[in-house]
T-cell receptor, first 114, second 111 residues
Framework: ETGVTQSPTHLIKTRGQQVTLRCSSQ?????VSWYQQALGQGPQFIFQ???????GRGNFPPRFSGLQFPNYSSELNVNALELDDSALYLC?????????????FGPGTRLTVT | EDQVTQSPEALRLQEGESSSLNCSYT??????LFWYRQDPGKGPEFLFT???AGEEKEKERLKATLTKKESFLHITAPKPEDSATYLC????????????FGRGTSLIVHP
């Protein structure tokens, strides 16, 4: 069984640039969620995708967008980067079952915006 | 608005010194409460899911319990390898499965 993987591991961008982060779900999972985690904080929910459709969104502006592909892998895109976007971005996969189920997280992508 | 508060923010224990971490929550109907462990620079690792008051789950030195207002993560005779940040997350009743995470408790166990 393959776990959740994310790429890249680290990334440094300049304010105003755009970035794409990638995530491969755990085998057999059909739902992927993205989180932003600032230092010393808990993960903040960005959005969730289920069968290629956005299934919920947190309090993040539209410049945060995403995609889920038929193989359930996913991308997080952030446009017009701001300094406050510097954080650990986590991807989590799960299997939708009609009741809340645990999520399996990837190692994260550390984004630094200068 | 759903709220999750974890206490203490940080906890230092001596090896073998048992203690408990608290997660109090305010949600409009609890669907599920989750505990995760997070090591520095890594993604959270799933520990437990609790669905209803009175439920308990155990794994090695960890035991999670749930009431209608809070959950406890009891750590019995901890070892240095138990050092990590422990996160609590809740999912509330409603149309989506959006979890709300607390800020976590940073646990350090000294040998």
């Amino acid at each position: 069984e393959t776990g959740v993987t994310q790429s890249p591991t680290h990334l440094i961008k300049t304010r105003g640039q755009q970035v794409t982060l990638r995530c491969s779900s755990q085998s057999g999972h059909n739902t992927v969620s993205w989180y932003q985690q600032a230092l010393g904080q808990g993960p903040q929910f960005i959005f969730q995708y289920y069968r290629e459709e956005e299934n919920g969104r947190g309090n993040f502006p539209p410049r945060f967008s995403g995609l889920q592909f038929p193989n359930y892998s996913s991308e997080l895109n952030v446009n017009a980067l701001e300094l406050d976007d510097s954080a650990l971005y986590l991807c989590a996969s799960s299997l939708a079952s009609g009741r809340p189920t645990e999520q399996y997280f990837g190692p994260g992508t550390r984004l630094t915006v200068t | 608005e759903d709220q999750v508060t974890q206490s203490p923010e940080a906890l230092r224990l001596q090896e073998g010194e048992s203690s408990s971490l608290n997660c109090s929550y305010t949600v409009s109907g609890l669907r599920g409460l989750f505990w995760y462990r997070q090591d520095p620079g890594k993604g959270p690792e799933f520990l437990f899911t609790l669905y209803s008051a009175g439920e308990e789950k155990e794994k090695e030195r960890l035991k999670a319990t749930l009431t209608k207002k809070e959950s406890f993560l009891h750590i019995t005779a901890p070892k240095p390898e138990d050092s990590a940040t422990y996160l609590c997350a809740v999912q509330a009743a409603g149309g989506s499965y959006i979890p709300t995470f607390g800020r976590g408790t940073s646990l350090i166990v000294h040998p």
